[in-house]
């Protein structure tokens, strides 16, 4: 069974692709390598900080810190810890589980 963590999907992916741009924010390409390594920072952050599944003291905290750098728009309104990102059979993120 593949590994469902966030910071290991973005280095399958750049193994499978390469680098390459592959996402468009803010007026300017992100490459593949650059996010798969932002995506491990955050994971070991996280980890760092004590953040486990179903910690809802660790998703306050997040939510917090996001309020206070992030736009009004764009700070997430709503934060679940889980132990494992649901993947549809293709690889995408399956949004059901987590409703």
């Not at 593949?32 to 900080?49: E, Q, W, Y």
């Amino acid at each position: 069974m593949a590994e469902e963590n966030l910071a290991r999907q973005a280095e399958l992916a750049l193994e499978r692709q390469g680098d390459h741009d592959s996402l468009f924010y803010e007026g300017r390409w992100h490459s593949a390598g650059s996010l798969a390594d932002r995506a491990a920072r955050l994971a070991t952050g996280l980890t760092d900080l004590g953040v486990r599944p179903g910690c809802t003291e660790s998703a306050t905290l997040i939510s917090s810190n996001a309020r206070k750098h992030l736009g009004a728009n764009k700070y997430p309104r709503q934060i679940t810890i889980v132990p494992a990102i649901p993947l549809t059979s293709v690889g995408k993120l399956d949004r059901g589980p987590l409703a």
